[in-house]
């Protein structure tokens, strides 16, 4: 959701604030601000919009700081405009705070703190927080003191940093449900609530705990619970690197990380693949592998994008590892008293690994005794680390919003995981063998695909200013057809559906006509013949059809309208296949209506409120 990053040491903290927030901007984009403070002045800058206009408007102010903090909002209480925006401060001015969460009693806390005299200048739940840490300091406490007892009244969620111009040796973090990590430096220490905002200066990262609150120095932190029990943390070396993150010469994120599938998801199954034993290798699962054999369910919970590819992982486990399977939103199953068995085993599907809906559902899982598995990108996530056991999927840094090589990544773990338990069960040599030489093919046939863009790019151009689309497919390919949708809604914001294209004649049918495009993921497998039972019903209507087709189809050309040729492989893997070709029709509709594919409105990349 919001960044955040701060910094204490001995160089000026302004650019570092600033370029730290440019790399956090795809949290949260509607407002940024700084707060700092050195010997002689203390300040408060902010803007509405993007980190380009508050560094506009701070570049004429000439400010040095050693201590400062900054933060990207994507809101939540409150319009996006500049009161609104962080830090919010007490009434002195002289205290900051930078908040990423939800307060939920902010409305009890405001009214307390107004009969006390405290005046409200903003709409945000945030703003409470200065005014309480505020009145305790008044009562003669220190400021970390005040940090800790405020943390005990405020219920919700919360990443927060604060500054102090009375005590300007430090900055306090705190954290509950919402991520944070310290940077340690040499003679300088960072935080932020992802290490891409810091990484150009330190690769050493403390990641903070639910309920933890850091006292940071220039030389040292000291961490407690807001308890006050003293704890240890560990410091983790990273390996992330800054070319990761950055665009290496594509004009979007969106687009880079399309066309380094090939890449990412052989970094997926790199060295996981036992090809002459046709199973896998998956170090983070080695302890359960047995439990994962005998279970007698599999629940997959997850949202967005990943709940799509938990859908796909339904199909896999079901055909190949005969175990029933079920995929739930991760915000309805841990609100809807769900029925967990000994035997079940959960997943948990998460690229950030800090959705804050299936952080939740993975705890309420886990009070429930389920043995409960992560399935994230991101290294040392919450999901990730509250997991026990589980596979990254080692796609690299996504930055784009709306999720791409985390999905076909996603579906390669789910691939490798439905090999080992599979083998275990009743798949035979052979069969596992294909399939694990399937997957080794993949990267070369998504580069073939790839190389589309340019015919990929002619079709958008004639269906930019549709209103609508329908995505139809079926089997494998019905979650593709959702996925592809999606990524049409979120970056286009064309209205786009994504249906099993047999349910089409219970409902959509009722939409077509001649203006209506309909996507059809139509490759020669066992429901071909269906779909092209489909494909007539559409055409008596007038409809226009895009048909994502096999290459060795010469069939299909004849009865729609344009077709997008791909290859061949076998049917559980295809979905790695045809959302590509889904992913950058999304891509080139929305950058020929002139919109910022990598920071659509109203979207963030990891939501960590509920
Ligand atoms: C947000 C993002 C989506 C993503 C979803 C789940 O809505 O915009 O792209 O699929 O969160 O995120 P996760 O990090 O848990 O996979």
Redesign the pocket.
């Known amino acids: 959701m919001c960044g955040i990053v701060g910094y204490i040491g001995g160089k000026n903290c302004v650019p570092i604030l600033i370029n730290g927030l440019k790399r956090l901007e795809y949290r949260g984009y509607d407002s940024a601000g700084i707060g700092i403070i050195n010997n002689s002045h203390s300040d408060v800058i902010k803007n509405k919009g993007k980190v380009s206009l508050l560094e506009e408007k701070i570049d004429n102010l000439n400010l040095f700081a050693n201590l400062g903090i900054g933060h990207t909002r994507w809101a939540t209480h409150g319009l996006p405009n500049e009161v609104n925006a962080h830090p919010h401060f007490n009434t002195s001015k002289n205290l900051f705070v930078i908040h990423n969460g939800i307060i939920e009693n902010y409305q009890t806390l405001r009214a307390g703190l107004k009969k006390l005299g405290y005046k409200f200048i903003t709409e945000t739940d945030s703003e409470v927080i200065p005014h309480l840490i505020d009145s305790f300091l008044t009562k003669g406490n220190s400021l970390f003191k005040s940090v800790q007892l405020a943390l005990q009244e405020i219920e919700g969620t919360y990443g927060l940093v604060i500054i102090y111009d009375k005590e300007p040796d430090k900055l306090i973090a705190a954290r509950k449900g919402s991520p944070l990590v310290l940077g340690i430096g040499e003679h300088e220490n960072f935080v932020a609530s992802d290490v891409s905002a810091i990484l150009a200066y330190t690769k050493q990262i403390v990641y903070l705990e639910d309920g933890e609150l850091v006292e940071v120095y220039r030389d040292k932190f000291v961490a407690k619970t807001i308890a006050d029990k003293e704890i240890q943390k560990e410091v983790h070396e990273i390996s992330m690197t800054l070319e990761e993150i950055d665009k290496a010469g594509y004009d979007h994120f969106m687009l880079k990380e399309i066309m380094g599938q090939p890449e990412s998801v052989c970094n997926s199954m790199r060295g996981r693949i036992v090809l002459d034993k046709g199973t896998s290798k998956l170090g983070g699962l080695e302890g359960v592998v047995e439990k994962l054999a005998a279970a007698k369910r599999i629940i997959i919970s997850?949202?967005?994008?990943?709940?799509h590819a938990g859908l796909v992982g339904e199909y896999m486990f079901e055909q190949f590892a005969r175990i029933p399977t079920e995929v739930e939103y991760a915000s309805e199953f841990r609100y809807r008293n769900p029925v967990i068995n000994k035997d079940d085993v959960i997943f948990f599907?998460?690229?950030?690994?800090?959705?804050a809906d299936?952080l939740a559902a993975l705890r309420e899982a886990k009070i429930r005794g389920a043995s409960v598995f992560g399935i994230c990108?991101?290294v040392g996530s919450s999901?990730a680390r509250e997991s026990q056991a589980g596979v990254y999927i080692h796609a690299g840094p996504e930055i784009g919003?709306?999720?791409t090589k985390?999905f076909t990544s996603q579906l390669i773990v789910l691939a490798l995981i439905t090999l080992l338990i599979a083998r275990r069960k009743d798949m035979s040599l052979v069969d596992g063998k294909k399939i694990a030489e399937e997957m080794q093919k993949l990267p070369d046939k998504i580069a073939q695909i790839l190389k589309l863009n340019d015919e990929i790019e002619k079709i958008a151009e004639a269906f930019k200013d549709s209103k609508n689309f329908l995505y139809l497919g079926r089997g494998y390919n019905f979650p593709v057809a959702l996925e592809g949708a999606l990524k049409m809604k979120?970056i286009s914001y064309i209205h786009a559906e994504g249906y099993p294209a047999a349910e089409m004649k219970h409902g959509p049918i009722a939409l077509i006509d001649e203006n209506m495009p309909i996507v059809f993921i139509a490759p020669k497998d066992s429901t071909y013949e269906k779909i092209l039972s489909n494909i007539e019903e559409i055409k008596a209507r007038k409809g226009i059809i895009i048909a994502v087709a096999s290459d060795s189809d010469n069939e299909i050309d004849k009865l729609v309208d344009y077709t997008i040729k791909i290859p061949d492989t076998i049917r559980m893997l295809m979905p790695i296949l045809t959302v590509i070709p889904l992913q950058l029709l999304a891509y080139h509709i929305a950058v020929k209506k002139g919109l910022n594919v990598d920071q659509p409105r109203n979207?963030?990349?990891?939501?960590t409120v509920e």
């Open positions: 997850a949202c967005g994008t990943s709940w599907i998460s690229q950030s690994g800090e959705t299936t990108n991101v999901i919003v709306a999720s985390a979120e979207l963030a990349k990891s939501v």
